[in-house]
């Protein structure tokens, strides 16, 4: 079975042993042309930037520009790779112009894949972090119930829109109390 270029991307950058698994929505819609594993992207890629601020911060501070960040971007990807972390998508097909309601019921229908992959490609009690309040709704409570180790009580909301610092807020702390973030931050 052939990858998607969407999962092709990602596995250049899977850590051989995941410590924290980050689920999030569909990849965007590929005529964008943005993707959180895509080296070069130019515009957007918020999800990437705001999960790079959380886990290096004082790496990203040393930047003064967003585009020399993103220049950079192999880079992180390496770093979020030694540190064990590693994201995918609740389902592999992008979702444009789908309602809230369309999607949701797309991610629950597509959980049972979902749940293979994960098994497939990290340990049943690697942690796990969804970043999405619609994929969070659709499927935490499943994720949980299948006894994957989901850690979060709470949505984590996608860093765009207004919501970048929201995201940082609740996923720093988050990590911080399991341990988690690189060099004890």
Known sequence: MSQ???QEAREKYRPSNIKVLLITEAPPARE?????????VRRGDSLFLETIKVLFPEEVEAFETVKQIRAEKTYFLERLQEEGFFLMNAVETPLPGKTTAARSRI?????????REILRIAKPNTTIVIISAVVYRAIGKELKASGFNLIQEDVIAYPNSGQQLNFRRKLKPLLREYGLLPRGL
């Open 32 to 40: 964008r042309n943005r993707y959180f594993y895509y080296q070069h």
């Open 107 to 115: 991610y629950r229908e597509n959980l049972p894949i979902l749940i």
């Open 4 to 6: 998607s270029p969407f």
